[in-house]
């Protein structure tokens, strides 16, 4: 079974406009990741959020452990923030990542 | 400065021959992985290493096998590669052995076998 959920599959903005992704996990989980992936196939570490609230920039984390869910915020979004954003949570040192949220940010 | 490369960035194969896809590693980590991601899709866990000759299957290990000598490098061979090993192959490592603190990638290789 799928064990991380992310929606939406694809986000399409307007230059400015921000975006909530969303991640949720069936199963416990020790701590959680977002990863940005560019149009290009190489892959960044956003956040490290095993819990609560981080941001960095325009960028936020959230993550309620309890509930099995993590959420990114992106605030006035620009057109290089265009590429696919992927969770992945680590349970007992097995990391599950989700399919991604593929963002598009338009002019 | 804190790496994971991944060579060859791209490759291209014929069913049946053999492949070895190659990653280094200049932090010590003791953990290194490999998945691979196909269109529209997630990664997928093929292997992961604890460490120097301690590797574990992931969720799909099947025609595939590892190699890890030393602590830095951890090969992915492929033996009489199959069409439907065509993906984009990416390693890899984490500091921590039983809490990933935080994964570092390669650029990946983007694998075709013809």
């Known amino acids: 079974g799928q064990q991380v959920q992310q929606s939406p599959a694809s986000l399409v903005l307007q230059e400015g406009e921000n975006a909530e992704l969303q991640c949720n996990f069936s199963?416990?989980?020790?701590?959680m990741q977002w990863f940005y992936q560019r149009p290009e196939g190489s892959l960044v570490s956003l956040f490290y959020n095993p819990s609560g609230t981080k941001q960095s920039g325009r960028l936020t984390s959230t993550t309620v452990i309890k509930e099995r869910r993590s959420s990114l915020h992106i605030s006035s979004s620009q057109i290089t923030d265009s590429g696919t954003y992927l969770c992945?949570?680590?349970?007992?040192?097995?990391?599950?990542f989700g399919d991604g949220t593929q963002l598009v940010v338009k002019p | 400065d804190m790496k994971v490369t991944q060579m060859p960035r791209y490759l291209i194969k014929r069913m049946g021959e053999n492949v070895l896809l190659e990653c280094g590693q200049d932090m010590s980590h003791e953990t290194m992985y490999w998945y691979r991601q196909d269109p529209g899709l997630g990664l997928q866990l093929i292997y992961i290493s604890y460490d120097v000759d301690s590797n574990s299957e992931g969720d799909i290990p099947k025609g595939y096998r590892v190699s890890r000598k030393k602590r830095e490098h951890f090969s992915l061979i492929l033996d009489s590669a199959k069409t439907n090993q065509t993906s984009v192959y990416f390693c890899a490592s984490s500091p921590l052995q039983l809490f990933a603190e935080t994964l570092y990638f390669g650029s990946g290789t983007r694998l075709t076998v013809l």
């Open positions: 199963t416990s989980l020790n701590s």
């Open positions: 992945a949570m680590n349970n007992n040192n097995r990391i599950f």
